[in-house]
């Protein structure tokens, strides 16, 4: 495959209701691997990076949601790298993320 027929895949999303941290062992337990120094507080603005073959995620950490007098913490999962693992890893991802109600 030549330079040009590379197509890098992109997925971006924004989770409610799961921890960073969580997410994070998540990702580590597919395989990723972290490569940027978590903070200890898990506040607003703090980044993870998670390195795994054929893939990079970037978690960062948002302003809560709020509905009126409820919030709810939400990150931001950028997740580039080869669009088959990309896939392959979001599948395997998704039960994961799946929260019932209670």
């Known amino acids: 495959m030549t330079d040009n027929q590379h197509h890098e895949y992109h997925h971006e999303r924004v989770l409610r209701g799961i921890p960073r941290w969580m997410l994070r ?3 580590e337990g597919l395989g990723g691997t972290a490569t940027a120094p978590e ?3 898990n506040t607003t603005g703090t980044t993870d990076i998670l390195n795994a073959d054929g893939w ?3 978690l960062t950490q948002m302003e809560d949601f709020h509905v ?3 919030s709810s913490g939400q990150v931001q ?14 599948a395997r991802l ?7 109600g209670g």
Do not use: N
Not at 77 to 90: A, C, F, H, K, N
Not at 94 to 100: D, I, V
């Open 77 to 90: 999962i950028t997740v580039t790298g080869d669009p088959d693992e990309v896939r392959g890893m979001l």
């Open 56 to 58: 990079q995620a970037t």
């Open 94 to 100: 998704a039960p994961k993320l799946t929260r019932g």
């Open 39 to 41: 903070t200890d507080d």
């Open 68 to 70: 009126g007098s409820l």
């Open 25 to 27: 062992e998540y990702l």
